[in-house]
């Protein structure tokens, strides 16, 4: 089967909106949370979120957006956008100069777009209103597609006339990660020559506070405090929103091209949990399972592995979980590789999440680094044994495994290779 390449990404992120502060970001260990005002009323009991800086898309008219100059998006464009769209569409955009595309490169039948977004639970509650309140004939045309589910792939698809394969996935905090993982196998199946891969997520109140119901996020009101995977004290996920893009290339067209990649992707796995709608399995069978599968697709053995990113959102149910299927999978305690959560930085971009974390470690393979697991001060003892780095290592990591887990237990691993 053919191998598949990263050749560009895209960032609009709490930590950075372009690969160079992102990848300082990593290093330094510079989280991108703030206290967020909407949520400074006594009734939100959550303060803090990863906000996106240069970007101002609380208002649902488009035309009030405000974001970097550097991005020239018509009109008609914006019309159709929720504002995860707009963070895709920058994304987009990166990864194409990024990945030094070229139109006919971009809009052909041999160039495909997966993506994974919640939709815009903002803007569909806005124009739900307003359909109750004024009437169907004076809503907006354009409400369903700037705000149901598929908005991202709809409106990057049309905005870079695929031609390719296109669909959006669902599978809530994985499905970015299925959409890499599904786009890999259309690759090596001979059914693409490329494809891009795009996560994004409103980041909003609309899109975070639902969770606070589930008392699942961080009540922390100190940004510095709030997000610390596997530590002792963690009290939940901090929410967070944007865009990140990745484009994924047979060596065919790497070798034609004459691009440097980032890093191959070897291989992935998945399977279910088959527990609960909302919690992981105790044991972290499910997320074992999926990495086990990935490795053996990869024909990588558990002791070559250097690095996992891992999917740890600083839940106290799954920081366990992911800790024991990482016991599970690497059992010889003098092997095990490197894990950390750059979640302590950006925090949880739901279905952002799998693409976001998938282009961080392709930026740590090609630049040589382990970014460490930020506001750790005292590990939880259930995550004992494993090799969790508190700083930064600017060691290269040779082979990499990004976990992903999501609703209904549905687990995701993906494997990374440096190029030689």
Known sequence: MPRVFITGLGFVTSIGNDAATVSRSLRELRHGFEVFPPFQTPEIPVKVIGTIKDFATNSPDPEDWAF???????????????PNGLYGQCAMLQA?????????????????LYAASGGSPYLLHY???????????????????????GTLNF???????????????????????HALGFALDDLKLGRQKRMFVVGAEDGNLDAILPFAGMRTLSLQTDPNLASRPFDAARDGFVGTGGGVALVLETEEEVVRRGVTPYAEVLGWGQASD??????????????????????????????????????ATSTLIGDIS????????FQDSALRPAVSSTKALTGHGLSLAGVMESAFCALAIREGFMPGNAHL???????????????????????????????GGANVALVFKRVA
């Open 127 to 149: 124009h739900n209103d307003r359909l109750n309140k004024v009437g169907v004939m004076r809503c907006s045309p354009l409400g369903i597609v700037a705000s149901i589910a």
């Open 377 to 407: 001060t005292k590990l939880d003892p259930e995550c004992a044994g494993i090799n969790i780095l508190r700083t930064t290592e600017n060691t290269p990591p040779k082979i990499v495994i990004k976990n992903s887990s999501g609703f």
């Open 274 to 311: 088959g527990w609960n709608v909302a919690i992981s399995h105790p044991e972290g069978s499910g997320s074992a399972a999926a990495m086990t599968l990935a490795l053996r697709a990869s024909g990588v053995a558990p002791e070559q592995v250097d690095y996992v990113n891992a999917h």
């Open 322 to 329: 992911e800790a024991r299927a990482l016991r599970s999978v």
């Open 96 to 112: 194409v100069a990024d990945a030094r595309l070229t139109e006919p490169d971009i809009s052909n039948p041999h160039t495909g």
């Open 68 to 82: 970097p100059a550097n991005y020239k998006i018509k009109r008609e464009l914006l019309r159709t956008m929720a």
């Open 155 to 177: 409106n990057l698809i049309a905005a870079f006339k695929i031609q390719g394969s296109s669909c959006g996935f669902s599978s809530a905090c994985a499905s970015s990660a």
